[in-house]
């Protein structure tokens, strides 16, 4: 690989300046008014595939486009289908952004912008390293395949209704999936992640009476959509932080005793951790460790409220609506759509009277392991080792990645996660970054997988 | 009293017009960027009384500025001080308005705009009361002195510092306070209303981990501000209606026997009330009649939440930040700072760790009853028989004039409260309106009033 890691030195600036163009792009699918911008990501990503020469199609889908492109096959050798995505999460609150979020700033060895890491600048580690050896080389030791989709923060409906098209198995058709959309454990300290946790996202909606109301002359009459919004969230979690849907955890996976022992075993602090957030305590499911809570127990998370006066000053009104989005992450076997119908009865049952419901289903994604003992495995431990200079540990990630799942239920195969990223990487918050060290470390070690995955006989 | 009726039939177009003027000016003391039409909502009320020849001035307070007038002492007729407001709460959710909250609409018969009937609409019944009587006899029978201030909707710190100051309660020195600022008991019956709930206004502030954080990394591991937000409101009351805050009820001024059996008496149905609203069921502390419950009992409402994500689609944020503005309705007898300590104290047992809270108390009132045996109150009923053709009933109201219990404290004056709003007139909501003939019966029992306070003998 001596001519690929001299290519790879030699090319640093300017992949970093085509990262940043790719960050330049507002590229955030839950609001429409950046859609125009999804398709100039979308756009980007395909011109980068063309460049190099690969076969590139822009597939238009009920939702957003996905990039597709592959290499020639190469007979005897294995398939690699990498995926990624090319939207954003919203940047809000803007005000909280030490430089704007779509103008990429380097700083202290960091780029900082909406989606330096989740999923742009990862994802293009794969797209770079390809490169690396097509202008090295002329050629891949193994077909790649690239599906890069615009819908991932919002759901991936594009993509889930493509999968399901007629010939797209044979397309996709592939022995093992790459994606970069995860994080290294520490600083220093590279992983693989074998596990991930589901999700199911929800928005719901009270109305209470007709119109906002005076408190005063209303107040003590009827149910405040506010006060019941807050008495059905409470109602949702108990002490304990256990959740309290009937049937929540008939079909959680328990942590072996092999898994907790090797959590444990992790250079983690809960002290150290604390100081990270910022908080004075943590909190959640009793009589779990944090990294079990956040790896492999399910939660309960309110990610939006509203209703009423948020104005300066005060305001005395009985407000007509409220409402909040929240969601339960979610660990293998348990089945979001169960949940979904256990968690309407359940709330539907505890509404307050004088106020009606609606209870929206916005995505669901079913938690996943993956297998340790896999050729595959062991080439991509060994392909991190030439990128990092460090055998990398094995973990589990507590986000989703339901497109995990949909490969592994609609073509078949099982995906390698090896993230780039670092906890401290601010995705889905302000001034989220990536750092440019592990940038290249990625590229390195994805052209390292290429030839690994490479000697694996098929 | 015929020539004062025949200027006031006379004059009805005029004094739709000069509401209609006040209606436009977007007096909204709660929100700063409006704070210059609050002094132009001022200036024009001053003119009203330097017109018709008063002596007027305009008093500058630590907030919005007071217009004082008063008329010659009537040797031997008691003094009248007659209290309004001329500013108004916030207009939002602006979009549910038919037509603008500051271009005064008039539609079957009612004038739409914010502060139609809160309070300026009613305010100014006594001011052209006293300019009919003022035109038709050149002087008035009584002494009047008015405060109009315009900080009501925002706690009225500036009056309430100007009633401390050497010399006012010389100045403002009556036998009895008038304010129009409630309601009839119903369309074509009015009311005297002779109880008013106090209120304790707050507005809490969560803080979590130091910044957004991805809900799937740390999901499960910190609390979640929205989360601590939601149980925190939840705690403040129980299944039951009751607030949970120690020593909540202990100064509580029970209703008596025969107040229960005088509400009970009057004409008010659940089922249309419920209709009115809008909502298929009522909901309140138990044990207590719907009247009972917004006049005499006091509740917990909140008025505002906020925090993480409101726009468009799903963020999968644990924020750092949440919010909520709410209050209590107080009854006779509790009082508010007392109540103010004994929240922070229960809110701080039961912070959930990694959570630091801000409770800032914006506001607090003490409820009152007026005595109902007075000659003053016997002069209202008369007058009001006058203006409305038909005898009012004495009820209680569930919303705050402070002002009343601060004249009681600093004066040592009794107020009679006489309302010409109506239920349905949307105060603090939306379509705000008043019934413009309502506003002309108002005048004219207005006019009454002095006319029946001048026979009560100093």
Redesign the interface.
Known sequence: MEDIRKYLDAERGTFERDLCQLLAIPSV????KYHPDVRRAADWVAGQFQAMGLKTEKIETIGQPLIYAESPAIPGAPTVLVYGHYDV??A??LN?WVTPPFEPTIRNGNVYARGATDDKGQMLTHVLSTRAWLKTRGKLPVQLKFVIEGEE???SKGIYDYLKQPGVTDKLKSDIVVISDT?QFAPGQPAITYGL?G?A?F?IRLT?????????????????P??A???L???L?DAN?RVQVPGFYDDVLALSDRERKQFAALPFSDES??EQ?????????KDFS?LE??WA???????????????????????AK?G??F?F?LVPNQDPKKIAASLETFLKERL???I?MELIY??GAQGCVVPLESPFMAAAEQAIETGFGKRPVFIR????IPIVTNFKQQLGVDTLLLGWGL?DD??????EKFNLGDFHRGICASAALWEEIAKIKR
């Open positions: 699918a839950a609001d429409s999460q919203p809000d609150p909280e923060e919002v759901g994080s946790r999700i996202y928005e209470g009476p007709k119109q906002d109301l005076h408190s005063g002359t209303f107040g003590g009459a009827v149910t405040n506010l006060n919004l807050a008495s969230l409470h109602a979690r932080g951790f604390k957030l910022g908080v004075a305590g943590l909190y959640g499911e944090t809570r956040r127990r399910p939660t309960f998370d309110v990610h939006g409220l509203w209703g009423g006066y948020q104005g300066e000053g005060g305001k005395t009104v009985l407000p409220a909040a989005k969601s992450r307050p009277p004088g009606t916005m995505s990630e507590g986000g989703s906890d601010n995705t889905h918050s302000p001034n």
